[in-house]
């Protein structure tokens, strides 16, 4: 029993005698009526002295009360000091478990600390890059959307929800909140910048991707941006080529001169401002453009649209002309050598592809061999086509890749504008040796395919 209690039953007993002596002395009766009981007749200090006893003890039963609340109060405190001591060490336990890559016993880690320490922002965040980790972005997402409610400001949890997002197929949303967080954050990160780019890029809405890349190169580290550079190249071409496709060729090929002016050796940026020139009708332009980017750069994939051009035009004869001259001046002649052949096969000219392709070793280009079994299919030579196809089996996989990604080597079908796995800007080209071809002029029969 506390000091203040006793002082209490001091004060209660010390105002009862008084009570007592002066009612003692005046013996007088008073009649009590209680509920339920029969009037009762008693001296009036019985009265009074059970009446400071009830509120001694009314006043004794509340303190006691008090003690009670504030002894189970203290017991809550301790008990949640514990819980957030042991929420902390399942915490540090679960990024030791991060650190050596255990990635199931670091999401146990930090689902145990949660059922102590509750919803706290770290831990949630660390819970769902196990779960990224672990390839589960719908619950990352949604211990994400927890960790963002108990923290709305925190920028961090913010990209790690849009990087969920984005995993779980929910572009929009990823691009909306990235958006607004980028907006309010003067620091954002680049991984961030370059992930809106990239939605951006997926979408087809290259001027806005462009308008993120630069401030993204803004922000890179000076050993990455001449990498981020080449990016933007990239995405200004695609933009051009977004102009290109609205109807718009004038402003398409100032896009690409001007890229041009920067990297005169940029091999998809003269293929597109040819394409512009023919969409604004002028033909003669887009001609002299494919012609000369073939003499600076040596690629042949400007004339691969100068052929395609006069094809469209039922002008055979001038789309031969194109690889015939570019045999006699190429640094790699075993290219044009290998189109021209592609050119007389598409065409139907099965015995000039037959001489052409002869010309060049098996191992020039990976098609080489499946094109020459088809050839000699269509001719009637079915027993050499078989011969020729069963060399060329084990190498199934590349048959149609005769393009290769110089910073890559990953293989495609086609020539594109850039690569599809690196996403490496005019690095995509034919993959075919260069041989010391025979001229076409003199090849004469062609040798026996065996």
Not at 220 to 241: D, F, I, M, N, W
Not at 379 to 400: F, K, N, Q, T, Y
Request: charged residues 25%; hydrophobic residues 45%; contains cysteine.
């Amino acid at each position: 029993m506390g000091l203040r209690t006793l002082l209490f039953v001091a004060a209660v007993l010390l105002t009862a005698g008084l009570l007592l002596v002066v009612v003692a002395s005046n013996a007088q009766f008073v009649t009590v009526t209680l509920p339920f009981f029969l009037p009762i007749r008693v001296e009036l200090w019985k009265v009074m002295f059970a009446g400071v006893g009830l509120g001694a003890a009314i006043a004794l039963a509340f303190d006691l009360a008090g003690r009670v609340r504030r002894l189970v109060r203290e017991r809550r405190l301790r008990r949640g000091r514990q819980d957030l001591e042991e929420g902390e060490r399942l915490y540090l336990d679960g990024l030791d478990e991060m650190a050596s890559g255990r990635w199931p016993q670091a999401l146990l880690s930090f689902e145990a600390a949660q059922e102590y320490a509750g919803a706290d922002p770290k831990t949630l965040r660390r819970k769902a890059e196990c779960l990224m980790r672990l390839g589960r972005p719908e619950e990352a997402a949604e211990a994400l959307e927890q960790a963002l409610a108990e923290d709305r400001g925190n920028h961090e949890v913010s990209y790690a929800l849009a990087e969920a997002r984005q995993a779980t197929g929910e572009r929009e949303q990823a691009r909306a909140l990235l958006e607004k967080t980028i907006s309010e954050d003067p620091e954002a990160p680049t991984a961030a910048l370059a992930r809106l780019r990239d939605i951006l890029v997926e979408s087809g809405e290259n001027r806005a991707a462009l308008s993120v890349q630069q401030q993204l190169v803004s922000h890179v580290a000076p050993s990455a941006r001449a990498a981020e550079e080449q990016r933007t190249l990239s995405l200004r071409h695609g933009y051009g080529k977004e102009l290109l496709d609205e109807g718009e060729p004038a402003e398409a090929a100032r896009v690409f001169r001007a890229i041009l002016e920067e990297d005169p050796g940029a091999v998809p940026a003269w293929v597109r401002l040819g394409e512009a020139y023919l969409a604004g009708g002028n033909e003669r332009a887009a001609v002299d453009t494919w012609q000369r980017a073939f003499e600076q750069t040596g690629a042949t994939a400007p004339l691969s649209a100068l052929q395609d051009y006069y094809l469209d035009r039922t002008c055979p004869e001038d789309a031969i002309s194109v690889w015939k001259r570019a045999i006699g001046s190429a640094e790699n002649p075993a290219q044009s050598q290998y189109l021209l052949g592609k050119l007389y096969d598409r065409l139907y000219m099965l015995d000039d592809a037959l001489k052409t392709f002869a010309n060049l070793p098996r191992t020039a280009a990976p098609a080489l061999g499946a094109r020459l079994s088809r050839i000699l299919e269509g001719r009637g030579d079915l027993a050499e086509a078989v011969i020729r196809a069963r060399e060329v089996i084990s190498a199934a996989p590349s048959l149609s890749a005769e393009y290769s990604c110089s910073a890559c080597g990953a293989r495609q079908a086609d020539w594109s504008d850039s690569c599809a796995e690196c996403a490496s800007y005019g690095s995509v080209q034919l993959d075919v040796e260069a041989v010391r071809p025979v001229p076409v002029g003199d090849v004469g029969e062609a040798p026996p395919v065996v």
